[in-house]
């Protein structure tokens, strides 16, 4: 504790110095992500569907530390038909209900179990960047049940001048948690906690 003469005594506050950030942690868009994401922003600002970048783009773009070349959008069945009609020029793959399996597996409990997910996917691609569209992304372990189409209320981030939503990180903690991919919510904590440093 701290004692300040005349004044009650108050624990000690941390003072932080701000040290240069390493080439490694500071997290960044590349700049055809960064393009193609404006360019959704402005396209989509007027969307009626709900919709939000999500995946490693939605993270970086909320400090998380990870890198992407391609963009992830999350919204619903009828948002991926608005996003293809909106932005019927860059469509590559139609929209249909898909089942995929992912890379990485789950870690539950010390087993590794295969991880899938079905949405109503479609694909475009904006200025060079590939765009992945989930509706009604649901996720399953194995041979459970499919989870319910996953839902969340959009974070708005400015880039550049252009509002973009995207994923609340705290939905990807859950997610990543519960696959037990806990690099991926170490990450996003530390984003987090740098975030409010900087408040």
């Known amino acids: ?8 005594p108050r624990p000690d506050v941390p003072i932080l ?9 500071i997290v960044m868009l590349s700049q055809p992500v960064l393009k193609a994401i404006i ?7 007027d969307a009626h569907a709900k919709w939000a970048v999500g995946g490693d783009a939605g993270e970086i773009m909320k400090g998380v530390n990870v890198h992407t070349d391609y963009i992830e959008i999350l919204t619903t069945t009828e948002g991926t038909q608005e996003i293809c009609t909106r932005l019927a020029e ?16 789950a870690d539950v409990e010390g087993k590794m ?23 009604d992304q649901q996720i399953k372990v194995a041979q459970w049940d499919w989870g ?9 981030v400015n880039v550049v ?15 990543d948690l519960g696959l037990g991919w806990l690099d991926r ?8 906690i740098r975030s409010q440093h900087r408040h």
């Open 148 to 156: 319910d189409p996953l839902d969340y209320t959009p974070d708005e």
């Open 39 to 45: 360019k959704l922003g402005e396209e989509l600002k």
């Open 17 to 25: 110095g701000s040290k240069v950030p390493q080439p490694d942690e």
């Open 90 to 105: 860059y469509q590559t793959l139609a929209p249909a209900v898909v089942e995929a399996k992912l890379e990485r597996e």
């Open 1 to 8: 504790m701290l004692n300040i003469p005349g004044g009650r």
């Open 185 to 192: 919510v170490e990450l996003i904590s530390d984003a987090v």
């Open 161 to 175: 001048g252009t509002r973009v939503p995207t994923v609340p990180l705290r939905l990807s903690s859950e997610l």
């Open 113 to 135: 179990l295969p991880v899938y997910i079905k949405s109503n996917y479609a694909e475009l691609t904006v200025n060079g960047v590939k765009v992945k569209v989930f509706g």
